[in-house]
């Protein structure tokens, strides 16, 4: 019998990103708790960093490489800080969010 969960989303997320570095996959995985698939995140990467109990270089980075295969995408920017929210890499959706 097939499992119904109230979570399928956030699975089928993870299923997508499975192959990425576990940092990485926690980078996605915060976006989508704070953010949900459609909403942007507005808090710093030193904040999200610290969530996760990471540098916030290292924070940066994966993000930077998780942004160029289109996995977070920038949705606005305030004064030189990007705020972020998934991207189609990772919501299996179209996006089109200029930055």
């Known amino acids: 019998m097939a499992r119904n969960s109230s979570y399928s989303e956030l699975e089928a997320l993870q299923a997508r990103i499975s192959d990425l570095s576990h940092l990485q996959q926690n980078v996605l995985m915060t976006y989508a708790i704070l953010g949900g698939l459609d909403n942007s995140v507005e808090r710093i990467a030193a904040e999200l960093a610290e969530l996760i109990g990471v540098p916030a270089p290292h924070f940066s980075r994966a ?3 998780l942004e ?5 995408e920038c949705t606005h920017t305030m004064g030189q800080v990007k705020f972020f929210s998934l991207g189609e890499a990772a919501t299996a959706r179209q996006v089109v969010v200029p930055c």
């Not at 160029?68 to 977070?72: E, I, L, Q, R, S």
């Open 63 to 65: 993000r930077r490489e």
């Open 68 to 72: 160029a295969a289109g996995y977070p």
